[in-house]
Nanobody, 122 residues
Framework: VQLQASGGGLVQAGGSLRLSCAAS????????MGWFRQAPGKEREFVAG????????YYQDSVKGRFTISRDNAKNTVYLQMQSLKPEDTAVYYC????????????????WGQGTQVTVSS
């Protein structure tokens, strides 16, 4: 599976960005998809996940109420809408596909796209 993330950039605190991840080479509509991020000097962390149908989502506590993960299976694309951005959201964001088709488990994401940089200035 190939994953291509886009949409990162520089934004002021309080601003918004929408990340996109286009997928190919796998049954996208069945795949659990997720977004991770890695800030400089920190470990990669799981930000959000969504089941194949889009009917169930998961969010890390620090982004709940600010970030929304969604998907368009007709376009083989998953999105991460980020609002009320904070400087601590600055990181490289990665989209990923899970080998699990049913549950959102951060340890089962085996397929990774290249990252997209998100920088939030204060």
């Amino acid at each position: 599976v190939q994953l291509q993330a886009s949409g990162g950039g520089l934004v002021q605190a309080g601003g918004s960005l929408r990340l996109s991840c286009a997928a190919s080479g796998r049954t996208f509509s069945s795949s659990v998809m997720g977004w991770f991020r890695q800030a400089p000097g920190k470990e990669r962390e799981f930000v959000a996940g969504v089941t194949g149908s889009g009917g169930y989502t998961y969010y890390q506590d620090s982004v709940k109420g600010r970030f929304t993960i969604s998907r368009d299976n007709a376009k083989n694309t998953v999105y991460l809408q980020m609002q009320s951005l904070k400087p601590e959201d600055t990181a490289v964001y990665y989209c990923a596909a899970s080998r699990d088709y049913t549950s959102i488990d951060q340890y089962k994401f085996d397929f990774w796209g290249q990252g997209t940089q998100v920088t939030v200035s204060s």
